[in-house]
């Protein structure tokens, strides 16, 4: 894959991990923002998912950037989150952090239809990728809105 707008991801992963398995924050932030430019190759159709993929980046850079040694571990940003009781907030970094993922869920299933289904047009890839990955974690709301 040498050459490719997978590169800098692919090369990126090697680094997210410690030695002894843990998460640091900052490598795995700028894997998720490597795939932001991947995204936009897709246009419009893919603009709600690039902004919720960013926002949610942003929120965890921010966190990240106010105590750079408490939390070079993703696990440190959860940890914190859940002794303040606030990790179930809608704007904790944990719940950024568990739609980040969901999102990279998302978009893998995507990669991997695009793939392995030549024939198919953007829109059922997309559709079999979203039923497959977010639809049980989005309300009926959100799933009609994704639909349309």
């Not at 090697?14 to 398995?21: A, L």
């Not at 603009?47 to 440190?76: H, M, W």
Request: net charge positive; hydrophobic share 40%.
């Amino acid at each position: 894959m040498e050459g490719t707008v997978f590169t800098p991801s692919l090369e990126g992963i090697k680094h997210v991990k410690t030695p002894e398995g843990e998460m640091l924050t900052k490598p795995f932030l700028e894997v998720c923002k490597n795939i932001l430019p991947v995204i936009e190759k897709f246009g419009a159709a893919m603009t709600l998912v690039k902004s919720d993929i960013g926002g949610n980046i942003t929120r965890l850079e921010s966190k990240y950037a106010s105590n750079p040694t408490q939390f070079n571990f993703l696990y440190n940003m959860v940890k914190t989150e859940v002794e303040t009781k606030t990790a179930k907030a809608s704007s904790s970094c944990t719940n950024g952090l568990l739609w980040l993922t969901r999102a990279m869920d998302f978009l893998v299933e995507l990669f991997r239809n695009l793939l392995e289904h030549k024939d198919w047009t953007m829109s059922q890839a997309c559709s079999d990728s979203y039923s497959k990955t977010l639809k049980k974690w989005h309300g009926w709301l959100a799933s009609s809105s994704f639909t349309l």
